[in-house]
């Protein structure tokens, strides 16, 4: 039998259909979504666009998920690289399939396509013959994988993916139970091949190394979407990695497009260019392009930002996501380049720009420095695009690429024909994309994404017909506006072409204002003062020192004779505003901002800069950072100086009565005091303790039930494992610090989520809250016995040995009643926390009209 023919009887047999027996009948077999299968049966001569199409729906099924974690585990003691792991497992999932396929055509009475000749010495049947001893095995596994990109006898696309693949390592017992785990993919239903290279895929972590990062598939689908690609435009990916784009974007035509005729999705497929200088992202992608309906996927090994033998390729349509990291030494591109630069991200922003037909779009990821660095080769950069290429920016919230990395990004939209037609850039800030920006990116109900797709579209739509004016869209997530339009002609006025939409929306505020607007280099010195360096830093001193975030120690001498504003200036707390006492040491780390003259007083102006967000002036990426240039032009109102001290004596009013609530909230906590004539006993003859099984993804927003993980959060999901009354104590924590939560009723938990319920057959009784008490006076303790490095865990034999006071219940009772008490005391002073919060917040929006 052909290759061609067993996969048709392999589809067949997967789908249990039966076709008609005619002559004038031909059976169309199209690789569809996740290795979906798509039959299409026509009659000759008939009329292509009324095919029937037969579909199975995707599933990732529990025992194919895993089979690909099984076989990750395995590899990770010898190929620690997830990106190596997805490789191993995509190459031998493919061997394995081939194998399949084989075995079917001898099944069928036919002969084997592609184990035969001088490779059936490596089909499956040889290579798992008990007779064979291990190191056997290793040198006749790793011997297919180098030669099998010469066998004649598989289509040159499996050639390509099996080229210079070898086995990076030489342990036969890590073989033998890795592809035991392979061999049990026996491919009953077609799909599981592709839906495990898409779950493969979902795993892929980040290539650091390389600045590579996977991108999310809700980012990839929202850029595609707005770009919005169509039937027969070229569609480029210059760093296409697994083929993200271009498989949505080839999805996102098919369903605007869902009549088709064969040979038009023959000419669509054609259209999909991607370049990777990666040979192993270019397997994955191969791979995936395949399971996704490319027979030929055109997927070139190509440096793009050196090579210049596919410089005159042009497209209607380019979508990337280039690595943002330049290689130590930099970049060697050639001279066709408008930019001169080094830097990769640069050049491929510039690149993707110079490549668009005269009416192409492109949609490009990119690290905050595109936005706003200052050297010479970004501005050019920017300046180019604002006035050529650029019609909006879409901000991105920092925890995007999470767990992988915190860079913050945005996406480039660009337009070469709409550019040149309007005065304005469209400025899109998405507080929340559908996911909390943790490592776990778990579901949660807030999406800015849909509404801003909308808008970007209605936008655009309106922007090629007429010019549209500067305007503010409300309906951020966030609470602050989701868009706004500015002109080019202010993005261009301070000759640095920030592409900082915060900067410019503060603009848009500031021509309401009540009172005047002044920047605040105008009325202030901004400066980092000299730093000392930790050494130098003691425990005790004549004076305090402030760094960052406070009093960090003391110092010998004193660099500031009075209290000055200080904002944090780099790091994770960048932007806090505190400020210093008389007579202090003000170190590097903390920028001051002290008033030039008797026009602004120094106290309005920090309750001023405490209220502002200052996200429009943070730059950096692992490393949040102000610096001064930024930080200058920031406006703020300047009322008459009487004005500002009747602000000050207010805020300060309502500050004193929050530190005040404050101290009282901060210093409680709820003690039992345990007298010696109580019994003691251990956890363990007390209670009964057992864990959750579920992992914290599988969290689903406004599920029906709580979902207890090692979160201060309560999380929800839509099935339960409990019915009963509980405490709930987090197993672990990076910083050691757990949490203990009650709960009575149908819940779910975490995996590493102890579940702690009271054992009625316990001759000691005990009530819930008077334990829960109990055990959060040890959870000090619990912090000191807990173990690991990156993440402190407890156990459950740490858990059961602590001793437990048991006194009567009555006792019991009255101590809760006591401490409950005490509790809406402590809640009322939050209360008033917030509420005087709020009064701060209200006397400085009423210095805006």
């Known amino acids: 039998m052909s290759p061609d023919s067993t996969v048709e009887h392999l589809i067949k047999r997967t789908f249990s259909l039966s076709f008609p027996r005619k002559r004038e009948s031909r059976l169309f077999v199209i690789p569809a979504k996740a290795g979906i299968q798509t039959l299409c049966h026509s009659r000759e001569g008939g009329n292509p666009e009324e095919m029937i199409v037969f579909k199975q729906v995707p599933m990732l099924d529990a025992e194919t998920k895993r089979k690909i974690d099984n076989c990750r585990d395995i590899l990770v003691g010898k190929i620690p690289d997830p990106k190596s792991q997805v490789e191993q497992i995509t190459i031998a999932l493919i061997y394995k399939f081939m194998d399949d396929m084989d075995q079917l055509s001898v099944d069928q009475g036919g002969k084997p396509s592609f184990f035969r000749g001088d490779f059936e010495k490596y089909s499956w049947s040889n290579i798992f013959n008990p007779r064979i001893d291990g190191y056997t095995l290793l040198n006749l596994y790793g011997e297919a994988l180098s030669r099998m990109d010469h066998n004649p006898?598989?289509?040159?696309?499996?050639?390509?993916?099996?080229?210079?693949?070898?086995?990076?390592?030489?342990?036969?017992?890590?073989?033998?139970?890795?592809?035991?785990?392979?061999?049990?993919?026996?491919?009953?239903?077609?799909?599981?091949?592709?839906?495990?290279?898409?779950?493969?895929?979902?795993?892929?972590?980040?290539?650091?190394?390389?600045?590579?990062?996977?991108?999310?598939?809700?980012?990839?689908?929202?850029?595609?979407?707005?770009?919005?690609?169509?039937?027969?435009?070229?569609?480029?990916?210059?760093?296409?990695?697994?083929?993200?784009?271009?498989?949505?974007?080839?999805?996102?035509?098919?369903?605007?497009?869902?009549?088709?005729?064969?040979?038009?999705?023959?000419?669509?497929?054609?259209?999909?260019?991607?370049?990777?200088?990666?040979?192993?992202?270019?397997?994955?992608?191969?791979?995936?392009?395949?399971?996704?309906?490319?027979?030929?996927?055109?997927?070139?090994?190509?440096?793009?930002?050196?090579?210049?033998?596919?410089?005159?390729?042009?497209?209607?349509?380019?979508?990337?996501?280039?690595?943002?990291?330049?290689?130590?030494?930099?970049?060697?591109?050639?001279?066709?380049?408008?930019?001169?630069?080094?830097?990769?991200?640069?050049?491929?922003?510039?690149?993707?720009?110079?490549?668009?037909?005269?009416?192409?779009?492109?949609?490009?990821?990119?690290?905050?420095?595109?936005?706003?660095?200052?050297?010479?080769?970004?501005?050019?950069?920017?300046?180019?695009?604002?006035?050529?290429?650029?019609?909006?920016?879409?901000?991105?919230?920092?925890?995007?690429?999470?767990?992988?990395?915190?860079?913050?990004?945005?996406?480039?939209?660009?337009?070469?024909?709409?550019?040149?037609?309007?005065?304005?850039?469209?400025?899109?800030?998405?507080?929340?994309?559908?996911?909390?920006?943790?490592?776990?990116?778990?579901?949660?109900?807030?999406?800015?994404?849909?509404?801003?797709?909308?808008?970007?579209?209605?936008?655009?739509?309106?922007?090629?017909?007429?010019?549209?004016?500067?305007?503010?869209?409300?309906?951020?997530?966030?609470?602050?506006?989701?868009?706004?339009?500015?002109?080019?002609?202010?993005?261009?006025?301070?000759?640095?072409?920030?592409?900082?939409?915060?900067?410019y929306r503060s603009f848009e505020h500031h021509k309401v204002s009540t009172w005047p607007v002044v920047e605040l280099g105008e009325v202030c010195k901004i400066y980092q003062p000299e730093t000392i360096t930790s050494k130098e830093i003691k425990s005790e001193g004549s004076y305090k020192v402030f760094g960052a975030n406070g009093v960090i120690g003391f110092y010998e001498k004193y660099n500031h004779e009075n209290p000055e504003v200080l904002i944090t200036c780099r790091g994770a707390t960048c932007g806090t505003i505190n400020l210093s006492e008389p007579k202090c040491w003000i170190t590097g780390n903390a920028m001051v901002v002290s008033p030039l003259d008797n026009r602004i007083n120094k106290i309005y102006l920090y309750y001023l800069l405490k209220a502002s967000d200052l996200s429009s002036v943070i730059s950096g990426t692992a490393q949040p950072q102000i610096t001064r240039i930024p930080l200058s032009p920031f406006k703020i109102p300047l009322p008459p100086l009487e004005v500002q001290e009747k602000i000050v004596a207010e805020i300060d009013g309502y500050q004193k009565i929050i530190d005040a609530a404050r101290q009282i909230t901060q210093a409680y906590k709820p003690t039992i005091k345990i007298n010696p004539n109580w019994p003691m006993v251990e956890l363990e003859g007390l209670t009964d303790i057992v864990t959750g099984k579920l992992d914290s993804n599988k969290a689903v927003p406004n599920g029906k039930y709580p979902f207890f993980t090692c979160s201060k959060e309560i999380l929800n999901i839509d099935d339960y494992a409990f019915d009963c009354e509980a405490l709930l104590l987090a197993g672990n924590n990076a910083a050691g610090v757990f949490d203990i939560k009650y709960y009575k009723g149908k819940f779910n938990a975490y995996q590493r989520t102890y579940v702690i319920t009271v054992n009625r057959n316990s001759i000691a009784k005990i009530d819930y809250q008077f334990l829960r008490y109990q055990l959060e006076q040890h959870l000090e303790l619990l912090k000191r016995k807990s173990i690991g490095s990156s993440t402190r865990y407890l156990t459950i034999g740490m858990i059961n040995t602590l001793q437990i006071a048991t006194p009567p219940l009555s006792d019991q009772k009255q101590i809760v009643e006591r401490i409950e008490e005490e509790q809406k005391i402590i809640n009322e002073n939050k209360k008033l926390i917030e509420i005087f919060q709020n009064k701060i917040s209200a006397a400085i929006s009423a210095l805006w009209a």
């Not at 309007?422 to 943790?438: H, M, S, T, W």
Request: charged share 25%; hydrophobic share 40%.
């Open 153 to 503: 006898n598989i289509p040159q696309l499996f050639r390509d993916i099996f080229k210079n693949v070898l086995l990076p390592y030489r342990d036969p017992e890590t073989l033998r139970l890795f592809l035991k785990e392979i061999r049990g993919f026996t491919y009953d239903h077609s799909e599981r091949l592709g839906d495990a290279f898409e779950y493969l895929l979902s795993v892929l972590g980040s290539q650091g190394k390389a600045g590579q990062f996977r991108t999310p598939r809700h980012i990839i689908d929202f850029i595609v979407k707005v770009v919005d690609p169509q039937l027969n435009e070229p569609v480029l990916d210059p760093a296409c990695g697994t083929a993200g784009f271009l498989i949505s974007a080839y999805k996102h035509i098919l369903k605007n497009n869902p009549k088709l005729s064969t040979s038009q999705k023959q000419r669509l497929i054609n259209n999909f260019i991607g370049y990777d200088i990666d040979p192993g992202m270019r397997r994955l992608s191969l791979a995936n392009m395949y399971l996704h309906g490319f027979p030929e996927p055109h997927i070139y090994e190509y440096d793009t930002l050196t090579s210049e033998d596919r410089w005159q390729d042009t497209f209607d349509v380019i979508m990337a996501n280039p690595p943002f990291m330049t290689p130590k030494g930099g970049i060697r591109p050639h001279s066709r380049f408008s930019i001169e630069a080094k830097r990769s991200e640069v050049l491929f922003v510039d690149y993707i720009a110079e490549h668009l037909n005269p009416s192409g779009r492109a949609g490009v990821i990119v690290p905050e420095g595109i936005i706003f660095q200052s050297q010479n080769a970004y501005k050019a950069l920017r300046k180019m695009l604002v006035e050529n290429y650029l019609w909006a920016v879409v901000s991105l919230p920092a925890g995007v690429f999470n767990p992988y990395s915190g860079v913050k990004t945005s996406i480039l939209l660009m337009d070469k024909s709409l550019a040149k037609r309007i005065d304005k850039i469209l400025f899109v800030k998405i507080g929340n994309d559908g996911f909390d920006l943790g490592a776990q990116r778990r579901p949660i109900d807030k999406n800015d994404l849909p509404a801003a797709l909308k808008f970007l579209q209605i936008y655009k739509s309106k922007a090629a017909a007429t010019p549209v004016s500067p305007q503010v869209h409300p309906g951020g997530s966030s609470g602050g506006p989701l868009a706004h339009a500015v002109l080019k002609s202010e993005i261009a006025k301070s000759g640095d072409y920030y592409l900082t939409g915060d900067r």
